[in-house]
């Protein structure tokens, strides 16, 4: 795992986090990992790593690029937790991503994540918002932003093409399968097609449990899976061949 590097009494949280997943980047041929925006708070360094998950091909169509990005704060790590939890199952099951390049941004705010309850406010940071919106321009096809709220169910909201749409209703009024609750779709609303899908998925915050979790990162990655394949059942065959 290629990284830059950061000052070590800033950087306990993060490699106690992280440090099983680069250790898969060393032995994984299809994740790999790196620092890609460190950013600079009162002189020290901080780090964001973002891992990239390439599954297999589906045919000869090009990869679509999925991003994934887990929102930590100073009450707790439960988004990030989720999105590295779904590194740990599409590593055991790479096809859950089949056709797709898969980039994961676990950690969206490495100072609270090293400063817990003693960082400030950093919600405006224009440091910290450039990190994520050059982490949200990087995934051309699609998004899910993963954050811990105070709702009592799995909240989706955000916009969906007509394939996600669906994939997402069919999940959902199927067997929990180890979700506590069924999933609200109340606020997500059917986008136009012509642009990217941006999926954002509110997590209970009393979902702490390593069973929860685990049931939330299959959820989003049978919900990955349906949808690469549904979604490359509808590019023409010609469009393939341009690729």
């Known amino acids: 795992m290629k990284t830059h590097t950061l000052a070590p009494e800033f950087r306990a949280n993060l490699k106690r986090l992280l440090q099983g997943f680069a250790e898969h980047c060393e032995i994984s041929e299809w994740l790999s990992g790196r620092i890609e925006q460190p ?3 009162h002189g020290l360094k901080f780090g964001a790593p973002v891992f990239t998950f390439d599954g297999p091909r589906l045919d000869d169509a090009p990869r679509r690029t999925i991003g994934l990005l887990g929102h930590n704060t100073a009450a707790g790590t439960l988004a990030s937790d989720i999105v590295l939890q779904l590194i740990e199952v599409a590593t055991l099951r790479p096809e859950l991503a089949a056709g797709q390049s898969l980039r994961l941004l676990p950690v969206s705010d490495p ?4 400063l817990g309850e ?5 919600v405006d940071w224009p440091v910290l ?3 994520h919106d050059e982490f949200r321009a990087s995934a051309a096809d699609g998004l899910i932003e993963i954050r811990a709220g105070r709702s009592a169910t799995l909240r989706l909201g955000g916009t969906a093409d007509i394939a996600l749409y669906q994939v997402l209703a069919s999940t959902v009024t199927a067997d929990l399968r180890g979700l506590p609750v069924r999933a609200d779709m109340a606020d997500l609303a059917l986008s136009t097609g012509l642009e990217r899908w941006h999926l954002k998925v509110e997590v209970p915050l009393g979902w702490l449990q ?15 899976e349906t949808h690469a394949h ?3 059942a509808c590019v023409p065959a010609h469009a393939h061949s341009r690729a």
């Open 210 to 224: 390593s069973g929860d979790i685990l049931a939330v990162s299959r959820f989003l990655g049978r919900v990955l």
């Open 230 to 232: 549904l979604a490359a």
């Open 111 to 114: 100072v609270t994540l090293e």
């Open 39 to 41: 950013i600079y708070f």
């Open 129 to 131: 918002n450039f990190l």
């Open 118 to 122: 003693d960082a400030p406010d950093l």
